[in-house]
């Protein structure tokens, strides 16, 4: 059975940093589009950042330059370091993950992703 829990959230003050981590078991992420997608109450669930088999990655406008997604292919985690965290940046944070070898031609479109963990609240302060 394929699961995927989160941690790393928490209350930060804007400017802050935060770093998120995704384990995978049953499952190897190696092979996979993984990606990070967040929800603000209200709003649609937005693809925040992606990394394909290759490990070429994909950012949202609005974290380029302030988040990194990485993936450990040994330890089987995914990782998004924010840095310079916004009051906008407040949603719950969940980290996604595509069947293995499927194309991922849309990386921040969940309807690319298959797996989904249960998500981390990240809360931004002005």
């Known amino acids: 059975q394929v699961q995927l829990v989160e941690s790393g959230g928490g209350s930060v003050q804007a400017g802050g940093s935060l770093r998120l981590s995704c384990a995978a078991s049953g499952y190897t992420s190696s092979g996979s589009c993984v990606a990070w997608f967040r929800q603000a109450p209200g709003k649609e669930r937005e693809g925040v950042a992606a990394i394909d088999i290759r490990g070429k990655t994909t950012y949202a406008d609005s974290v380029k330059g302030r988040f990194t997604i990485s993936k450990d292919n040994a330890k089987n985690t995914l990782s998004l370091q924010m840095n310079s965290l916004k009051p906008e940046d407040t949603a719950m944070y969940y980290c996604?993950?595509?069947?293995?070898?499927?194309?991922?031609?849309?990386?921040?479109?969940?309807?690319?992703?298959?797996?989904w963990g249960q998500g981390t609240q990240v809360t931004v302060s002005s």
């Open positions: 996604a993950a595509a069947r293995p070898w499927e194309w991922c031609p849309t990386p921040l479109n969940t309807l690319t992703y298959t797996y």
